[in-house]
């Protein structure tokens, strides 16, 4: 079965961390881009870091300031994001997306909502 589960989600105080967890499923790594996103209501689903393979190409959103990083773990089909000095603005439900390519096609003008498939999100909560 082909799916994305994001897990590690939860409350945390500003200035914490949090490791959120995508579990690919029916896909591997070979040839594709692997995303977070994040959404707060009423706004818009934007990116936030990429990893693709086999160019190893990765991205940040500027927002992110060098706070997140992305990793992935081949061998468990994992891709994670470690989150380090998290702030309210970051309270949304992120979600991890995955589809063919490089994570430069996308930061060169390809649709990143066009990402064919995504996992179901996981809140995250900063309090101030």
């Known amino acids: 079965e082909e799916r994305l589960v994001e897990s590690g989600g939860g409350l945390v105080q500003a200035g914490g961390s949090l490791r959120l967890s995508c579990k690919v499923s029916?896909?591997?790594?070979?040839?594709?881009?692997i995303a977070w996103f994040r959404q707060v209501p009423g706004m818009k689903r934007e990116a936030v870091s990429c990893?693709?393979?086999?160019?190893?190409?990765?991205y940040y959103a500027d927002f992110v300031s060098g706070r997140f990083t992305i990793a992935a773990d081949n061998q468990k089909n994992t891709v994670s994001l470690q989150m380090k000095n998290l702030k309210p603005e970051d309270t949304a439900t992120y979600y991890c997306?995955?589809?063919?390519?490089?994570?430069?096609?996308?930061?060169?003008?390809?649709?990143?909502?066009?990402?064919?498939?995504w996992g179901r999100g996981t809140l995250v909560t900063v309090s101030s």
């Open positions: 997306a995955l589809d063919f390519g490089s994570c430069n096609d996308y930061e060169e003008g390809n649709d990143w909502l066009g990402m064919e498939n």
């Open positions: 029916g896909f591997t790594f070979d040839d594709r881009a």
């Open positions: 990893i693709s393979f086999p160019d190893g190409y990765i």
